[in-house]
């Protein structure tokens, strides 16, 4: 089985400065894929970043970027100059290359000050 | 391009009672899936389909059924409704192919309260 755990419930960062959500997962399967999803209040989820892991390179999007270290199997999501339209539940998510099937972290909701 | 679509947005349900949940894309997709998601739980996979004519159990089926009616349509199908149903009812379609799992893309949820 593969569980994908998100330690921190809430976060909160001022508009403009940069936060870190923390994500850890487990998995046997040598082949997957990890991915961030965002939940504004709108309930619609959206695809923010997605990581191959066979890719060693971090994947960027934007002021999106992860710190993927597959040996700690550690996917953190960093978010440089936050804005207001940031402020969501964001979802960490693990997928084995097998099927398509992915598993969910809990989230964790992020609120950004003016 | 609709995307993924679902109806209807909100039901409420007597305990005992039956409906069925509507999903529809139009993107070509070949995989199609249902979650629920309740408070801190984060979203779990209810059933999927890899393709048409197919279906598989996720993590938490019971008390659900589904169909997969052809590419575009999904139905997921409460028999008879408990309270520990209430909760937001996710579609979801990715593409598939080559190396997986690609995107999948959401539908805007149906929040369901059973009473």
């Known amino acids: 089985a593969q569980t994908v755990t998100q330690s921190q419930p809430e976060m909160s960062v001022q508009e403009a400065e940069t936060v870190t959500l923390s994500c850890t997962y487990d998995?046997?399967?040598?082949?997957?894929?990890l991915f961030w999803y965002k939940q504004p209040p709108s309930r619609q989820m959206i695809l923010v970043i997605r990581q191959e892991a066979y890719k060693q390179q971090n994947a960027t999007e934007n002021r999106f970027s992860v710190n993927f270290q597959k040996a700690a199997k550690s996917f953190s999501l960093k978010i440089s100059d936050s804005q207001l339209g940031d402020a969501a539940m964001y979802f960490c998510?693990?997928?084995?290359?097998?099927?398509?099937?992915?598993?969910f972290g809990k989230g964790t909701l992020l609120t950004v000050n003016p | 391009n609709a995307g993924v679509t679902q109806t209807p947005k909100f039901q409420v349900l007597k305990t005992g009672q039956s409906m069925t949940l509507q999903c529809a894309q139009d993107m070509n997709h070949n995989s199609m899936y249902w979650y629920r998601q309740d408070p801190g739980m984060g979203l779990r996979l209810i059933y999927y389909s890899a393709s048409e004519g197919t279906t598989d159990k996720g993590e938490v089926p019971n008390g659900y059924n589904v169909s997969r009616l052809n590419k575009r349509e999904f139905s997921l199908r409460l028999e008879s409704a408990a309270p520990s149903q209430t909760s937001v009812y996710f579609c979801a379609s990715s593409e598939d192919g080559g190396r997986g799992p690609y995107e999948q893309y959401f539908g805007p949820g149906t929040r369901l309260t059973v009473t």
């Open positions: 998510a693990l997928g084995r290359g097998s099927n398509y099937k992915l598993t």
């Open positions: 998995t046997s399967e040598s082949d997957y894929y």
